[in-house]
């Protein structure tokens, strides 16, 4: 149960063209009496995209992409999980876990994992319930046992020593990684965006040293993002009864993963393909759709509601930390005394840097080996 078994992304050509046929079937529903994306996704983007996604994108290309990649899965816990392992061509590199969030996937880190490989032996998991780390073996897969699990498949490659990186649910698993193997952990990465201060009060302190300006800069922010957690409700409290429809519209699972991505979008870029890269974005929603996660993936929510344990976890190892869309509010609460080991801001980018601005996400995490590296050597 502890083998390391070698896998090959290949999905039958019988379920390629069953997603083709069903794209080519899908039925819209009525447009809503506004065009904009002020009530969701708007029917002639998502009509557009889905045209696109049929006639015009090419999964077996986008496979033999992934597949440049060598991919293994393994069981720990009862659970199979599945990561990409790509070794430097330096013996004597670093090792490190890059973790996704929702909706993304190893996907994400497509555009940096050649970078980063330069420097460090990278692995990528999948979140249990997420792509090919299927199917859940029990309930209880949330934060603290999904972090085990990944802190196993570091222990089966020969990894006692590494560097952690995260975003979204990542950036909890990066830090419980550093909490729970403080002897292995010699180096925290997260990446978050502006729109994390809507969480501030709510599951992230607020310092009590806040002037009135820094408070209102925080109630700005949540107004601007206060109707964008309806998914976040759903799969926290009925994650199966959504499944239901994404499992079976191609369309709706495109427009429920789609609409994240328009989130994310800032001023000059009004549609998702102009945040992130269009094919990658749906090489993303493919391996979502091939793989039936949209609820298995979902589950991650409830557990995370009905779990006794915080998203933060304290942890004895360097912090580095990248803003996107930053704003000078952030740090003063996540980093009021400046203690992080490495902070650097961007104006460029939002909640998914890793397909949004690759090169920025990469270059930092560059750096924050570097800077490692040197400390360790002093």
């Known amino acids: 149960m502890t083998a390391v078994t070698p896998f090959t992304i290949a999905i039958p050509d019988a379920e390629v063209d069953d997603l083709r046929a069903r794209l080519a079937a899908a039925r819209m529903p009525r447009?809503?009496?506004v065009s904009d994306w002020s009530r969701g996704v708007p029917n002639d983007y998502l009509a557009g995209l889905t045209a696109y996604w049929r006639d015009g994108y090419d999964w077996r290309k986008a496979e033999a992409g992934l597949?440049?990649?060598p991919h293994f899965t393994t069981v720990t816990d009862g659970q199979t999980m599945h990561f990409v392992?790509?070794?430097?061509?330096?013996?004597?590199?670093?090792?490190?876990?890059?973790?996704?969030?929702?909706?993304?996937?190893f996907v994400e880190f497509d555009r940096i994992i050649g970078p980063l490989s330069e420097m460090f032996h990278v692995v990528v998991p999948s979140l249990p319930g997420f792509g090919f780390s299927v199917p859940l073996s029990s309930p209880g897969w949330g934060l603290t046992r999904a972090t085990h699990a990944y802190a196993a498949i570091m222990e089966r490659l020969g990894y006692d020593r590494y560097i952690a990186h995260g975003s979204d649910i990542g950036?909890?698993?990066?830090?419980?990684?550093?909490a729970l193997y403080p002897d292995r952990v010699i180096g925290i990465h997260t990446a978050i965006e502006k729109a994390l201060a809507t969480f501030f009060g709510l599951f992230l302190p607020l310092p009590d040293t806040l002037s009135d300006a820094e408070r209102a800069a925080i109630d700005a922010i949540k107004a601007e993002n206060a109707d964008g957690d309806g998914y976040m409700r759903q799969q926290a409290t009925r994650p199966q009864t959504v499944a239901f429809g994404l499992a079976d519209s191609p369309i709706g699972q495109l427009a429920w993963i789609v609409e994240k991505f328009r989130q994310s979008a800032r001023p000059g870029q009004p549609l998702p393909e102009e945040t992130a890269d269009r094919d990658q974005l749906l090489t993303n929603?493919?391996?979502?759709?091939?793989t039936n996660t949209a609820g298995s993936s979902a589950q991650f929510y409830y557990e995370g509601e009905h779990s006794k344990g915080g998203w933060?976890?304290?942890s004895p190892a360097p912090t580095a930390t990248s803003v996107f869309d930053a704003a000078p509010v952030i740090r003063r609460v996540l980093d009021p005394n400046h203690q992080a080991t490495q902070w650097t801001e961007h104006a460029?980018?939002?909640?998914?840097?890793?397909m949004e601005v690759p090169h920025l996400l990469a270059a930092d995490i560059l750096a924050f080996g570097r800077l490692l590296r040197a400390r360790m050597a002093a």
Request: hydrophobic share 40%.
């Open 31 to 33: 447009p809503a009496p």
């Open 67 to 69: 597949n440049r990649f």
């Open 85 to 105: 392992h790509v070794r430097s061509a330096n013996p004597d590199a670093t090792a490190i876990v890059l973790c996704h969030g929702w909706p993304g996937s």
């Open 171 to 178: 950036s909890g698993i990066a830090g419980h990684l550093g």
């Open 285 to 290: 929603v493919s391996l979502y759709w091939f």
């Open 312 to 314: 933060a976890a304290p």
């Open 348 to 354: 460029e980018g939002g909640h998914f840097p890793a």
